[in-house]
């Protein structure tokens, strides 16, 4: 059973989100689930409103769904809310390794999602670390922000150069351009198109 547990772990960030608390998600499963939101007693879990605690339930039921065997220890739980605090531990153990491991295989496969230029110089998907961000202009007008992109075309390696100074305000106020599809970032409305490049697209695409 732990194994197939340990298997779920690793996937439990992308079913239920990055930012998960499984214990907390856990213990409302205990206290909550199955039992009508009128008869909730909301002092079981302080701090969370009705509303927390209705979408962790939600979340609890889709663990039933994918953690094989939950279902079947579900009233020892409720009789022994410490166990809440080892199976959390377990599964958040196995999200941590999972997330990891994503990591580090983004950062091995990230050249190969940066489409080239053909005015640009060429970029080897195995450069240098160091030689990489305002280093290159391939990978300098990716981290360029959005809203910058026209001067970044203008004059590439002046561009690449000032940043490098310090010359040029880059904070995280400002969306870099992988951020969006190539031309449609919009200044008056920078949310639109956010977030939906082909870079991200890949990078989602290599953590299944």
């Not at 400002?174 to 870079?199: C, M, Q, R, T």
Request: hydrophobic residues 40%; aromatic residues 10%; contains cysteine.
């Amino acid at each position: 059973m732990l194994g197939s547990w340990q298997h779920c772990g690793r996937h439990l960030a992308r079913i239920l989100g990055p930012f998960i608390n499984l214990h907390n998600v856990l213990l409302c499963g205990i206290h909550y689930y199955g039992i009508d939101d009128e008869e909730w007693d909301l002092t079981k879990m302080k701090g969370m409103d009705i509303d927390e605690i209705d979408r962790h339930v939600g979340y609890f039921e889709r663990l039933l769904f994918v953690i094989p065997e939950l279902d079947t220890i579900f009233d020892r739980l409720v009789e022994c809310v410490i166990a809440a605090r080892y199976i959390s531990n377990f599964l958040e153990r196995h999200m941590k390794q999972a997330r990891s491991d994503d990591g580090t295989n983004v950062k091995k496969n990230i050249l190969r999602f940066l489409p080239s230029k053909p005015d640009f110089p060429a970029l080897r998907i195995d450069h240098e670390k160091v030689k990489r961000g305002f280093n290159h202009i391939i990978t300098g007008r990716h981290l360029c922000p959005a809203s910058l992109l026209p001067n970044f075309d203008n004059s590439p390696q002046h561009f690449c150069e000032e940043a490098l100074a310090g010359r040029v305000q880059i904070t995280a106020d400002y969306l870099p351009a992988f951020a969006y599809p190539e031309g449609a970032y919009n200044p008056a409305a920078a949310d639109e198109h956010a977030l939906k490049s082909p870079i991200i697209a890949s990078v989602s695409q290599t953590t299944p």
